[in-house]
């Protein structure tokens, strides 16, 4: 049994750290403290150098909203910009517009909880009409894809089943690929039961062959105490994903990375997990989706570790959004570094929606 799939973008695969306790972070925007001007053309740069020091002992209160170091920016409202960072702009320009598939975390990014962000839908119409294509990619096994599925066409989205893959599924794909045994003691809420037993597993307490844990909102010390002890006995580990918390409007709450640790604490047993940002879930994406060439694929997310470290380690654009657990008062102490930074999904429908720069 092959436990350690190649990554199918041939990418450097990352050893990815949630982020812990911290120092404190190192300033990011304080070197860009001066005025954006306000319109381009060809005299800019002669300007900026004329009106900068005038500029700024005029606007001293005003902080730079845009950052590019390399091929990084950040970047908050559409029509400013800071001119001595024009030529990376229109980079991260071109790099959006040959985009063809956006692959977007759903909580944080897309909505929190049951309420849609307002930029979603602008987004939406901006690849439909493009002719771009978005795809769900979510690390929440708590429920099947076919709710997530339901729960955005609720909310006025117009998708199809396939445009939503969950960390659940994901493992499934990872347990049929690399043969594991039907007979799984599964540790997880209705839905992901629902879901695995439809794609032909058989759910056991009775001498399961593997044990797979979800982001089971039923847990109890029961399931607990069975998991660890069939873990004990050297049956195999797979979780579906590695997040410690799940972001709700009333605040975190304990995820499947939270189960894990407690499982291992107990058991010292570490397990195969799957979802973002492992070359796993890469894999089973790009067997579902095609997504032959990284560079006309974008990962767009709220969190550094999962989201972002997915897009690094597969070689696809990544862009964080800032509407979610990220802040960018993280950037700085973060080792994972998104390609673009942006307020949220919305700015990328500004992006390729504009036509012009001035
Ligand atoms: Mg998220």
Same mark, same amino acid.
């Given at each position: ?13 990352? %050893? ?108 939406? %119409? ?10 769900? @990619? ?5 429920? +099947? ?31 049929? +690929? ?34 797979? *844990? ?50 291992? %604490? ?9 979802? +973002? ?20 694929? %974008? ?20 862009? *964080? ?5 990220? +802040? ?7 080792? @994972? ?14 992006? *390729? ?6």
């Amino acid at each position: 049994m092959n436990q350690t799939p190649r990554n199918p973008f041939s990418i450097h695969s990352t %050893a990815v750290s949630p982020p812990g306790a911290q120092g404190a972070p190192r300033p990011v925007f304080g070197s860009n403290s001066v005025p954006p001007l306000w319109r381009s053309g060809a005299l800019w740069p002669r300007l900026f150098q004329v009106t900068s020091t005038f500029s700024r002992k005029r606007f001293p209160t005003l902080r730079g909203k845009f950052q590019a170091d390399g091929e990084q920016c950040l970047y908050t409202e559409s029509r400013e910009f800071w001119t001595e960072h024009h030529k990376s702009w229109r980079d991260i320009m071109d790099k959006l517009r040959n985009i063809d598939t956006f692959l977007l975390d759903l909580d944080g990014t897309f909505y929190l909880g049951d309420h849609l962000y307002p930029w979603s839908l602008p987004f939406v %119409a901006t690849c439909e009409r493009l002719g771009k294509r978005f795809i769900f @990619v979510t690390n929440n096994s708590s429920r +099947k894809g076919d709710y997530y599925v339901e729960k955005i066409r609720k909310m006025g989205v117009s998708i199809t089943a396939d445009q939503v893959f969950t960390a659940g599924q994901a493992t499934i794909f990872y347990l049929k +690929k690399y043969d594991y045994p039907r007979k799984i003691y599964l540790v997880g809420t209705p839905s992901l039961e629902e879901e695995f037993r439809q794609a032909g597993f058989i759910l056991t307490e009775e001498d399961p062959e593997t044990v797979v *844990l979800g982001f089971d909102l039923t847990l109890t010390y029961e399931k607990l105490r069975s998991a660890c002890s069939f873990i004990r006995q050297g049956i195999p580990f797979i979780a579906t994903h590695p997040d410690f918390n799940c972001p709700t409007p009333e605040g975190p709450i304990p995820d499947c990375g939270a189960m894990i640790a407690l499982i291992t %604490a107990s058991t010292g047993v570490e397990p195969k997990i799957i979802g +973002k940002p492992y070359p796993e879930m890469i894999e089973a994406l790009r067997a579902k989706y095609g997504l032959e060439d990284p560079g006309k694929v %974008a990962m767009v997310g709220d969190r550094l570790y999962t989201d972002i470290a997915m897009g690094k380690a597969a070689g696809i654009t990544s862009i *964080l959004v800032l509407s979610g657990e990220t +802040k960018s008062d993280d950037l700085a102490a973060s080792d @994972v570094q998104p390609d673009v930074i942006l307020d949220n999904l919305g700015e990328i429908a500004k992006i *390729l929606n504009q036509d012009s720069l001035g």
